[in-house]
């Protein structure tokens, strides 16, 4: 196990490199110019003047070669630099806006594991059944339902028509009621995926030989299920959790925007429409070390979970 985690966190430098390089050739060599963008004002367009003194302060007249390296000389040293339009620490910003995408993401995986487990188990015990075709809609239906769309049918079903959850906004922080219809559409996007995987791994989990013993040695269908099939079926689902929350956590910039929700996802939205690259930059970075950590940490607990890869691992 000790060198499994070398070795990826050996991998994880060249990876982040790679993904700054991209990152930042694709934004600021894409067409607009952020200092028009950023001076532009209700009066009209900036003085020519003011432009030229922006772009010279911030380094755009320099070849774009030279304005990474000095970008990420910064990086190395901890400073992702200040935000063109608020002026705040991108450190600052990125991570104040993570707090509330961490905090719904938490609830939404909550929300999609209280549906996909029960709905997967259910579907194999009676496949075939009504239940099952019923698990089976819900599933691609959920997959093939936009989250967008499905934030605005829940705002009008539970906030306009039913009047009983507030349409967005993100109260006091601590609101439980302001954050149920963003968890709740990001939560049954991933039950879809994940009760999918449920049921096809229960199915095959079935079928294996101790299973059948199990039923031999006169033990009740339920023990059967619960005590040893679903221990095993839950192995390739906790790979599937761990990219789900991945997803949760970068994905989340539609449903942010649409329930204003102060979050990460809204703050990338905001500052992609200004040109705000250092924001962009930083939350671009901090989404992809965030992302190589989780997936590192999903493989680390699939290995705990699953004693012949940890003896693999070992031998």
Not at 196 to 222: K, P
């Amino acid at each position: 196990m000790l060198s499994f985690l070398l070795r990826r966190l050996l991998l994880l430098l060249p990876v982040l490199l790679l993904v700054s390089i991209i990152s930042f050739f694709l934004f600021y060599l894409s067409p607009g110019d952020p200092a028009e963008v950023l001076l532009t004002g209700p009066q009209g367009p900036p003085d020519l003047k003011a432009v030229e003194e922006f772009r010279a302060r911030e380094g755009f007249n320099d070849p774009a070669p030279v304005m990474y390296v000095r970008w990420l000389s910064k990086v190395v040293r901890g400073d992702l630099g200040y935000s063109f339009t608020s002026g705040e620490k991108v450190s600052d910003a990125v991570f104040s806006s993570f707090l509330p995408t961490l905090r719904l993401s938490l609830i939404s995986l909550f929300i999609s594991l209280l549906i996909s487990i029960p709905m997967g188990i259910l579907s194999a015990v009676r496949r075939g059944s009504a239940i099952d075709g019923l698990g089976l809609s819900l599933s691609l239906l959920g997959v093939s339902v936009p989250n967008f769309w499905l934030a605005y049918l829940l705002i009008i079903l539970f906030a306009l028509r039913l009047d009983i959850l507030p349409v967005a906004g993100y109260g006091d922080g601590g609101d439980i009621e302001h954050m149920i219809l963003p968890a709740l559409t990001l939560g049954i996007s991933a039950a879809a995926v994940t009760g999918r995987m449920m049921r096809t791994s229960m199915l095959e989990v079935m079928e294996q030989d101790y299973i059948v013993a199990a039923r031999a040695r006169g033990l009740t269908e339920r023990s059967v299920v619960l005590r040893h099939a679903l221990r095993n079926a839950l192995l390739p689902v906790v790979t599937m959790v761990g990219l789900n929350f991945t997803y949760l956590l970068n994905g989340s910039a539609v449903v942010e925007t649409v329930f204003a929700w102060p979050g990460i996802g809204s703050l990338m939205t905001r500052s992609i429409y200004c040109r705000d690259y250092p924001v962009i930059l930083g939350c671009m970075l901090f989404l992809s070390l965030l992302t190589i950590s989780l997936n590192l940490l999903t493989d680390v607990c699939y290995r705990y979970c699953n004693p012949r890869l940890i003896h693999e691992t070992g031998s």
